[in-house]
T-cell receptor, first 116, second 105 residues
Framework: GAGVSQSPRYKVAKRGQDVALRCDPI?????LFWYQQALGQGPEFLTY????????KSGLPSDRFFAERPEGSVSTLKIQRTQQEDSAVYLC??????????????FGAGSRLTVL | AQRVTQPEKLLSVFKGAPVELKCNYS??????LFWYVQYSRQRLQLLLR??SRESIKGFTADLNKGETSFHLKKPFAQEEDSAMYYC???????FGKGNQVVVIP
């Protein structure tokens, strides 16, 4: 596709439910990032993939958060046993990674998760 | 660690007035910095990056290594500039908390 696609756009979950958020990056983009953006805050880094390899997961807030990108394209962010503090917009971004790519990110529209 | 600081959360300016958003960085190695913008109900998107040294929508940003700053400036604010602005370094792109700019007609 022409841009980064995320689904679902909106998700309401009851506390304790598991959720899965999907990201379709721009075709050919090597790098993929996940961010969490709470209301009124800037995006907070969660994790980063280069192709299928998860090179940095230091931003994942707890072991309830898990991300994968098994074939180096589509990525899924999974949150187990959701808590109210998980309510946020989850942003996915992708980029080329080259000498001149300079890590310019193209963002998706985000998935807004509300945990009741 | 690569960090940026945006000290002001909200900036209100009148249309036609200059606007300056401050960004200071602490960086090991050669800094490479970006400004991203998020307009209402739109996606976060790149505004400009320091290596290109270009003006986008009238905005410029100069990397000042002596002051470790990358302030964003525009001489005459327009209503369509109302948005959230984020300064970010390369890498994990650890965004600052952002500046909300409100341009008053």
């Amino acid at each position: 596709g022409a841009g980064v696609s995320q689904s679902p756009r909106y998700k309401v979950a009851k506390r304790g439910q598991d959720v899965a958020l999907r990201c379709d990056p721009i075709s050919g983009h090597v790098s993929l990032f996940w961010y969490q953006q709470a209301l009124g805050q800037g995006p907070e880094f969660l994790t980063y993939f280069q192709n299928e390899a998860q090179l940095d997961k230091s931003g994942l807030p707890s072991d309830r958060f898990f991300a994968e990108r098994p074939e180096g394209s589509v990525s899924t962010l999974k949150i187990q046993r959701t808590q109210q503090e998980d309510s946020a917009v989850y942003l996915c971004a992708s980029s080329t990674w080259g000498n001149s790519g300079a890590n310019v990110l193209t963002f998706g529209a985000g998935s807004r998760l509300t945990v009741l | 660690a690569q960090r940026v600081t945006q000290p002001e959360k909200l900036l209100s300016v009148f249309k036609g007035a200059p606007v300056e958003l401050k960004c200071n960085y602490s960086y090991s190695g050669s800094p490479e910095l970006f400004w991203y913008v998020q307009y209402s109900r739109q996606r976060l998107q790149l505004l400009l990056r320091h290596i290109s040294r270009e003006s986008i929508k009238g905005f410029t940003a100069d990397l000042n290594k002596g002051e470790t700053s990358f302030h964003l400036k525009k001489p005459f604010a327009q209503e369509e500039d109302s948005a959230m602005y984020y300064c970010a370094p390369r890498g994990r792109l650890a965004f600052g908390k952002g500046n909300q700019v409100v341009v008053i007609p």
